[in-house]
């Protein structure tokens, strides 16, 4: 069994080891590399500023006529091989030089042409150990310089990186396989001490101290690894997850839900029926009595009656709320009975308010039929002979078809503003045409707009918006008793505009302000012609535009009503 431990010990030394080694041979490769073309670089840069140098001296000894001695001198304090040639190609100096023969180079050709060209080359032969430069010079008969230098400094330089990097890759190769040797020695112990822990955490001793027992780690981590997962792990992880996943799908719902035990203690409840019941629901704590009318506790004890099914049964907490209240009774396996409780006070709201409106609009339909239908029938009975009958009833069945068109167009419109609250695309709309067509269409002087400036802009669907303040100018014209309208558009800031229609007649009561805005509802006093559904389409029209409703009113002192829309722009000169 030791000899396995050791054996792996030395085997992840070996593979530290063997990964160092890898790793050392690619980056000597590089940097060897590097070096060298960094050292060569610096080789013909040196000798590209010495040449240039020289090249100044030199064509200042051709003017002179002295070449050759500049060319020794400068040779000699350079460490350069200097051969100068006239503009036919032809050399001015002895082609061999401090033991390099110019014309045996072999870019001798390339490097004189180039030069003659006027250009300068810069190059390295036999394998970058001699540097040739070939410069264009200016003088009356020296035409061009060609300077070599031989490095045999380069060599050396280069000999020394790479016996520091060989220094530096037998490092590596050592401290890797420490650095494994280490890596073994703590893989081993951890090893040890994992499967003390599984055989632990299989026998249930879950806060035990990790002890080594085994010497085999590896089989010993398989067999109580195996058995923990498949015995604890996946099974106590599976449970954590469906608990959490059912909790927060109780979280999530619209209903509340209480689970209780035969002692009606509660075993849990989610936020929502905590909000309905509007007390405490701790879990350990007694189900608690929310209500004077109704014994919640009575409703938990008969979870646990023999022979009770499931039954859902209607409450009134008071007389402003209604709830449905489900109770599922407890099983021989669950051993919990469940109580979930819906609010349906608004459900409850919109069918009353559909039946109402039912109720209301064959009321408002009757009434012009009941009225068409008599004249039609007078009129066939001989009025239709007697002019002046005939006209008088033949005016009544227009009104009254008038009256029905309105009625019609009333209805289309809610139903339209309705079905669009999902579908609408509100874009710009600018208010002062708009609201200088409405106050033009209503026929009346008293009848005034006030816009903050010129190009006050909302988003909004423009001819919903059209119908909605056409609605309430119609309405507040109506109720003025021949006092004056104004429409007000004002930003209230950089996001939002307010759109006002005030009037300056007798105003409401605070109930009919409240009750306003409800469709087919008609305020005391109103004379009869309309419907009730022109502020029921303003109130659904704002919402489908993601805006805001109010009204403000006093008696005796007017009417006003605003919508707050989001605005299209910053508007420039706006308050």
Known sequence: ?????????????????????????????????????AIRARARELT?????????????????????????????????????FDRQGSPLTPEQSRGINVASLPNFAKLRDTALQGRRVVDTVDGGRLVTVALPLRGENAAVLIAVAARPDLEDALGIVRAEILRAALWAVAIGALAGLGVALLITRRLRRIATAAADIEQGRFDRELRPHFHDELGTLAGTIDRMREHLRRSFEELEEERDRLQRLLEQLQEGVVAVDDGLVVQFANSRAH?????DLAVGKPLPEPWPAFS???AGRSLFDPGTSAETMRVHPDPERTYLIALLPATSRSHAGVVVLTDVTDQERRERAEREFVTNAAHELRTPLSAIASAVEVLQQGAKEQPADRDRFLAVVERQTTRLTRLAHALLTLARAQTRSESVRLEPVPLS????DIAENAGDPSVSVELCCENVEVLAHSELLHQALDNLATNALKHASGQGVTLRATHLDHRDVRI????????????????????FYRAAGSNGEGFGLGLSIVREVVGVMDGTLSIESRSEEGTTVSIVLKSAGEARGCR
């Open 1 to 37: 069994m030791q000899s396995r431990i050791l054996s792996m010990r030395w085997w992840l030394a070996l593979a530290f080891a063997s990964i160092a080694a890898l790793t050392a041979v690619a980056v000597a490769q590089v940097f060897n590399a590097r070096s060298e073309d």
């Open 48 to 84: 590209a500023g010495s040449a240039v140098t020289a090249a100044l001296e030199v064509t200042s000894a051709s003017d002179r006529g002295d070449i050759q001695p500049a060319v020794d001198q400068l040779g000699e304090s350079q460490q350069l091989a200097l051969f100068v």
């Open 275 to 279: 909000r309905l019941l509007g007390t």
């Open 296 to 298: 919640l506790r009575e």
């Open 433 to 436: 045409p708009m609201l200088r």
């Open 500 to 519: 006002e229609v005030a009037d300056e007649g007798p105003g409401m009561k605070p109930f009919e302000a409240g009750r306003a805005f409800d469709r």
